[in-house]
Nanobody, 116 residues
């Protein structure tokens, strides 16, 4: 079965960095685009970044452009989100997402808290 397992969240000061990882299994990872979403308390889940199947293309939400980088390692079935210059507004639960044959799959999420 499809599994997405996020890791790498934590508490970081404003201006700091974190790298999130999402380990995928149960499907042909290299055949699907992958996405990171986030959901802050009291807000709707929002798309943060998307990476193409081969990792050569990416799209970002305006709020994270220039600070976040999505990448993938198809040999390791893993997608990453490098987050730099973090702000309090980036505090949220971050989710890995895959759309496979018409179905949407989510990981369990990893908490990112940006606070001094």
């Amino acid at each position: 079965q499809v599994q997405l397992v996020e890791s790498g969240g934590g508490l970081v000061q404003p201006g700091g960095s974190l790298r999130l990882s999402c380990a995928a299994s149960g499907f042909t990872f290299g055949s699907y685009s992958m996405r990171w979403f986030r959901q802050a308390p009291g807000k709707e889940r929002e798309l943060v970044a998307t990476v193409t199947t081969d990792g050569t293309g990416a799209n970002y939400a305006d709020s994270v452009k220039g600070r976040f980088t999505i990448s993938r390692d198809n040999a390791k079935n893993t997608v990453y989100l490098q987050m730099n210059n973090l702000k309090a507004a980036d505090t949220a639960v971050y989710y890995c997402n895959a759309r496979i044959k018409g179905l949407v799959y989510w990981g369990q999420g990893t908490q990112v808290t940006v606070s001094s």
